[in-house]
């Protein structure tokens, strides 16, 4: 039997997307996973060190990571119209926060990448990504980038909404915001790679069409959402979009990171592969 190794965060979007997987729901034809659980940050500085199979990433941190990783088709997590956002103690205009001290949840991240193409100048601060919403609410910093189940708490701490960098990245280019994937290791061999393709691309497909069993199982990482916010949460970024990338999707990755070349924070071109293409 086959062993491989699967990281992703431990979230509620991605156990969703997992849960067949994890519960030997679907046939994998000798193949055994095996699932490690870590923040997107720890797993974009391990895929750098190549030591996992097939990760979820942050799109961003693929720019470091496509000479040895293939991006798999089915994973993607798209903010279609809606994504990061950036909060603060208080309403303040767009223009103020250049210059200001912005909690980040780190530097490979797709949300620290889009807020660099919206707002270039401002200090920022690697915080882990769930406490964020202290740091703003305690004064250490003055804003913080939100991710995961963030985006649909941060007004129950009190804090006001400055910009969601998916509302503002489809009004520059009319696209999805590319914020997370799956990435397999090339040197698998085709073979492989395609089974594990397809099995995750099942595992999707069986969470969508058991919806209730997969958000129950779900919910144990959901960190204190109740069972409606997390079923809104999975549901922004577990959807067709995360069954495969599709044309748009494709565009939007491609662009995304051409983008982040351009405004030179990115350091070279990416050549971005996608298995099966």
Do not use: C
């Not at 992703?8 to 729901?25: I, N, R, V």
């Not at 303040?92 to 990448?113: C, E, H, Q």
């Not at 406490?131 to 910093?141: F, Y």
Request: aromatic content about 8%; overall charge negative.
């Amino acid at each position: 039997m086959r062993t491989i190794h699967v990281a992703h965060s431990p979230d509620s979007d991605d156990a969703f997307m997992f849960y067949a997987l994890a519960e030997g729901k679907i046939d994998t034809n000798g193949i055994r996973y095996v699932h490690e659980l870590q923040d997107i940050e720890t797993l974009n500085q391990r895929a750098l060190r190549g030591e996992l199979e097939v990760t979820a990433v942050s799109i961003h941190a693929y720019a470091y990571l496509a000479d040895r990783y293939a991006l798999l088709p089915h994973g993607a997590s798209m903010g279609d119209r809606y994504g990061p956002r950036l909060v603060a103690r208080s309403p303040m205009n767009l223009a103020d926060v250049r210059g200001k001290r912005v909690a980040i949840p780190g530097r490979l991240t797709s949300a620290y990448l889009g807020l660099k193409l919206l707002e270039p100048d401002f200090d920022p601060v690697i915080t882990p990504f769930d406490q964020i919403e202290d740091a703003v609410a305690s004064g250490k910093v003055d804003l913080g980038l939100l991710i995961h189940e963030g985006q649909l708490t941060y007004q129950d701490r009190g804090l006001h909404l400055i910009a969601d960098l998916g509302a503002w990245w489809f009004e520059q280019t009319g696209l999805p915001l590319p914020l997370g994937g799956n990435v397999i290791r090339k040197d698998l061999g085709e073979q492989l790679i395609a089974s594990v393709s397809r099995h995750l691309y099942d595992s999707i497909a069986y969470g969508l069409e058991n919806r209730r069993d997969a958000l129950n199982h779900s919910m144990r990482y959901a960190r204190g959402l109740d069972r409606s916010k997390a079923d809104t949460f999975v549901g922004m970024y577990v959807n067709d979009w995360t069954l495969d990338y599709g044309e748009r999707g494709r565009r939007a990755v491609r662009q995304f990171l051409a983008r982040g070349v351009e405004a030179g924070v990115i350091e070279r071109p990416v050549e971005v592969h996608f298995v099966g293409d």
